[in-house]
């Protein structure tokens, strides 16, 4: 599978200083999208280590002695900790419940054909989730479940669940038939056959799928505000409620961006493969 | 004797925890929400859950706050789906242009922003938006441009949340353009090259047309997620200056969470919801026919 790069760059060189002023101007333009997308990363890691004088301060320093003051404001008195764990709970909660459920059903869609199905699923990537948080909020808060980790994992698997069988029926359909069909006739039975011989052959869809959906229930903020208080609140909500104060904290607020956002980042580049299969995943035919 | 039994039924067997799922999390939500559209709902009100009939959407139709949130939802889309689709293809035909070391860096690089906390991230670009203190009206005032007032003044609030989506969201675009171009067939760029086409010429005549069923998916996921954008403009706006922010999903938001008023939020949802799905499934539908 070659890339386009040779057949679009085909036109004979003319000259050396023609070329050479091309890939300047390349250069350029790449730099300048790299700048865009990395500023306001950069802009965060900085504002986070500086006093509150220092980010009032015209023009900007970038050299400047850091403070680690604002990490400690997060750790300590904003109780932060509190917050990470509850959104690898809910994370790791709604993944795990996600998969256990969404892999069968992703597994019989591709084996018998259940395309309905998935389009249901699907829906709940389409549909706003709001359509579904005003009811849900209301049916949770008669059943007494607001601000419990059953209500948000219910509510985060509603994101994590359509990754999840997004990405898996495509991953179910590209296993061979005859191998399946192999166990079967050595006697094994359906749950067996899936559990030792569907599944492990499964592992890069599994981890694509999984990082989707706990990377998504890390970032969700409108189920979270909605379901979660005191008790359970994530760190979206918590790093949002920074702001509610009158006098905005800046430098507490670029430290706690920095705190959220960090892991995720590290385990998005450090799975790129699977995550870039799994965004665009049924985007792209083949 | 149970393994039988599932060896048996595995068809409704395997998908039916999920199936239990939507029904209790999805299908029974939207039933109830249709239900609720109908009755006169409100705890600030202190209207108890009677059926009043069709008079929320009635009162709908003549709600000045509804209709603005509608163009706000509209006029955000479009800027950023727009924009978002033209740079992001843009972007990756440069990308793919040229080969140079240091390619995978860019695409780590181009996975960040849609990666990130969109809360986190929405922060960050409220200490930069700041009109006073703010980096960018610094660095414009340094080279005497004018100086917007950003997400603070109304008529600009709406093209700034765009800028920050598509800062978020463009990345994702390019990617599946990337995806799409490896997955194109040799010949007809080769016929091109034959033919003596430009790089222009066969950008025009070949790599686009044949991009273009990927191009419309991309734009579709766009679509869906553009129109309903809340953490962005809830986190740094909340709908204002006054409502000049203040789309579907965050109207229905303050129907909801902050008058409490379920009926009403209830009819609006499923407007919301009926909009949604049906230019999702126009699209869906053109394509199709695009494609025949």
């Given at each position: 599978m070659a890339t386009q790069s040779t057949n679009l760059t085909h036109r004979p060189r003319r000259n050396?200083?023609?070329?050479?002023?091309?890939?300047?101007?390349?250069?350029?333009?790449?730099a300048l999208v790299v700048f865009f997308l990395l500023t306001p990363?950069?802009?965060?890691?900085?504002?986070?280590?500086?006093?509150?004088?220092?980010?009032?301060?015209?023009?900007?320093?970038?050299?400047?002695?850091?403070?680690?003051?604002?990490?400690?404001?997060?750790?300590?008195?904003q109780n932060f900790m509190r917050y990470i764990l509850n959104s690898v709970i809910i994370g790791g909660g709604c993944t795990l419940v996600g998969l256990l459920i969404g892999l069968p059903a992703a597994y019989s869609i591709a084996r018998y054909r259940?395309?309905?199905?998935?389009?249901?699923?699907?829906?709940?990537?389409?549909?706003?989730?709001?359509?579904?948080?005003?009811?849900?909020?209301?049916?949770?808060?008669r059943l007494g479940l607001i601000d419990t980790y059953t209500s948000l994992i219910l509510a985060h698997m509603l994101v994590g669940l359509p990754f999840i069988v997004w990405v898996m029926v495509p991953f179910f359909e590209s296993i061979p038939r005859e191998l399946t069909e192999a166990a079967v006739m050595d006697g094994a039975s359906a749950l067996r056959t899936f559990v030792t011989v569907v599944?492990?052959?499964?592992?890069?869809?599994?981890?694509?799928?999984?990082?989707?959906?706990?990377?998504?229930?890390?970032?969700?903020?409108?189920?979270?505000?909605?379901?979660?208080?005191?008790?359970?609140?994530?760190?979206?909500?918590?790093?949002?409620?920074?702001?509610?104060?009158?006098?905005?904290?800046?430098?507490?607020?670029?430290?706690?961006?920095?705190?959220?956002?960090?892991?995720?980042?590290?385990?998005?580049?450090?799975?790129?493969?699977?995550?870039?299969?799994?965004?665009?995943?049924?985007?792209?035919k083949g | 004797m149970i393994t039988r039994f599932i060896d048996r039924h595995q068809r409704w067997l395997f998908p039916a925890p999920a199936v239990i799922f939507i029904l209790l999390m999805m299908i029974f939500p939207l039933g109830y929400t249709l239900w609720n559209s109908f009755s006169g709902w409100s705890l600030t009100a202190g209207r108890p859950n009677t059926l009043i009939g069709p008079q929320n959407y009635i009162n709908l139709m003549t709600d000045a706050r509804f209709w603005n949130a509608v163009l706000?939802?509209?006029?955000?889309?479009?800027?950023?789906?727009?924009?978002?689709?033209?740079?992001?293809?843009?972007?990756?035909?440069?990308?793919?242009?040229?080969?140079?070391?240091?390619?995978?860096?860019?695409?780590?690089?181009l996975l960040l922003p849609m990666?990130?906390?969109?809360?986190?991230?929405?922060?960050?670009?409220l200490l930069m938006f700041e009109p006073t203190a703010g980096v960018i009206n610094f660095v414009l005032d340094e080279l005497s441009l004018p100086e917007p007032l950003w997400i603070a003044g109304s008529a600009s609030v709406i093209p700034s949340l765009a800028l920050v989506d598509i800062w978020e969201w463009t990345p994702l675009i390019t990617l599946i353009v990337l995806a799409g171009l490896t997955g194109l067939p040799?010949?007809?760029?080769?016929?091109?090259?034959?033919?003596?086409?430009?790089?222009?010429?066969?950008?025009?005549?070949?790599?686009?047309?044949?991009?273009?069923?990927?191009?419309?998916?991309?734009?579709?996921?766009?679509?869906?997620?553009?129109?309903?954008?809340?953490?962005?403009?809830?986190?740094?706006?909340?709908?204002?200056?006054?409502?000049?922010s203040e789309t579907l999903n965050i109207y229905t938001?303050?129907?909801?969470?902050?008058?409490?008023?379920?009926?009403?939020?209830?009819?609006?949802?499923v407007i919301f919801f009926t909009i949604v799905t049906g230019v999702s499934l126009l699209v869906t539908y053109s394509r199709r026919r695009l494609e025949v």
């Open positions: 050396r200083s023609r070329r050479l002023l091309g890939n300047l101007l390349y250069a350029l333009v790449l990363f950069l802009w965060m890691v900085l504002n986070a280590f500086k006093t509150p004088l220092q980010i009032i301060k015209l023009p900007p320093e970038l050299i400047f002695q850091p403070t680690l003051r604002n990490f400690e404001n997060v750790f300590g008195t259940q395309n309905r199905l998935a389009v249901v699923i699907l829906m709940a990537r389409m549909v706003p989730g709001i359509t579904f948080l005003v009811p849900l909020f209301i049916i949770f808060r599944l492990p052959l499964s592992g890069p869809g599994i981890v694509t799928a999984s990082i989707l959906s706990f990377v998504f229930s890390w970032n969700n903020f409108m189920f979270s505000i909605v379901l979660a208080s005191n008790r359970t609140r994530t760190v979206p909500v918590a790093i949002y409620n920074f702001i509610s104060y009158a006098q905005i904290d800046w430098g507490g607020l670029m430290a706690a961006a920095v705190v959220i956002t960090l892991p995720v980042l590290v385990l998005a580049i450090i799975t790129q493969r699977y995550v870039i299969r799994g965004l665009t995943a049924g985007a792209v | 706000n939802t509209f006029y955000f889309t479009a800027l950023a789906m727009a924009l978002e689709l033209a740079l992001g293809v843009a972007i990756a035909l440069l990308l793919d242009a040229k080969d140079y070391r240091g390619k995978r860096l860019v695409t780590s690089i990666m990130a906390t969109p809360v986190a991230v929405a922060m960050v670009w040799n010949e007809p760029f080769e016929a091109a090259r034959v033919d003596g086409a430009s790089y222009w010429q066969t950008l025009r005549r070949v790599t686009l047309p044949m991009l273009l069923p990927t191009i419309s998916v991309a734009g579709l996921l766009r679509f869906i997620d553009c129109i309903k954008t809340f953490d962005i403009i809830y986190a740094m706006t909340g709908g204002g200056p006054g409502f000049s938001y303050n129907q909801a969470f902050y008058y409490f008023n379920f009926g009403y939020a209830s009819a609006l949802l």
